[in-house]
T-cell receptor
Framework: AQKITQTQPGMFVQEKEAVTLDCTYD???????LFWYKQPSSGEMIFLIY??????QNATEGRYSLNFQKARKSANLVISASQLGDSAMYFC????????????FGKGITLSVRP | DTAVSQTPKYLVTQMGNDKSIKCEQN?????MYWYKQDSKKFLKIMFS???????INETVPNRFSPKSPDKAHLNLHINSLELGDSAVYFC????????????FGDGTRLSIL
């Protein structure tokens, strides 16, 4: 079984600064994918970034990067140059290969960007 | 142009009623999902269909019945609605594989009075 842990209850960051949102995971599978989603107050789920378990380089997508530390089983999301529109809930999720390839989500972290 | 669309966006109904939520994706994905997001924002898989075949059914009461008429559509029918069914229900789709992101609809907020 897969497990995602997000323990930060809520995060605050000043506009234009960088922020790191923590995620640790647990699985016995060697092959897996890690994902981050953003859920703004409007409610939709927006895919941000993906990291594969065999990827040697950290994933980056614009202002988003994933700090992947496989030995520590952590996959932290780094948002650089925060914007007011980054205020949202952020979910870390995992997926393993196979027919039953669901996404297992963490509890989410609320990020508030201060002007 | 919407990739995954679900209707209705809001559903307010009385306890005991039967209701349906519809989902359609135009991404050409083989797999579709229903997730439930509870009041604490926790997201959990309910069902998954791969090319019209049910592959995941996660201990959901049998009042919930998914139906996939074709691989682009996955509907959710709920019988005898209960107060605890109040939640946001998300439809999603993807290709199979651990490296494939799932793309979500905008959600249906179900409120039981």
């Amino acid at each position: 079984a897969q497990k995602i842990t997000q323990t930060q209850p809520g995060m605050f960051v000043q506009e234009k600064e960088a922020v790191t949102l923590d995620c640790t995971y647990d699985t016995s599978d060697q092959s897996y994918g890690l994902f981050w989603y953003k859920q703004p107050s409007s409610g939709e789920m927006i895919f941000l970034i993906y990291q594969g378990s065999y990827d040697e380089q950290n994933a980056t997508e614009g202002r988003y990067s994933l700090n992947f530390q496989k030995a520590r089983k952590s996959a932290n999301l780094v948002i650089s140059a925060s914007q007011l529109g980054d205020s949202a809930m952020y979910f870390c999720a995992m997926r393993v290969p196979g027919a039953n390839s669901k996404l297992t989500f963490g509890k989410g972290i609320t990020l508030s960007v201060r002007p | 142009d919407t990739a995954v669309s679900q209707t209705p966006k809001y559903l307010v109904t009385q306890m005991g009623n039967d209701k349906s939520i519809k989902c359609e994706q135009n991404l050409g994905h083989d797999t579709m999902y229903w997730y439930k997001q509870d009041s604490k924002k926790f997201l959990k898989i309910m069902f998954s269909y791969n090319n019209k075949e049910l592959i995941i059914n996660e201990t959901v009461p049998n009042r919930f019945s998914p139906k996939s008429p074709d691989k682009a559509h996955l509907n959710l029918h709920i019988n005898s609605l209960e107060l605890g069914d109040s939640a946001v229900y998300f439809c999603a789709s993807s290709q199979p594989g651990a490296n494939q992101p799932q793309h979500f609809g905008d959600g249906t907020r179900l409120s039981i009075l």
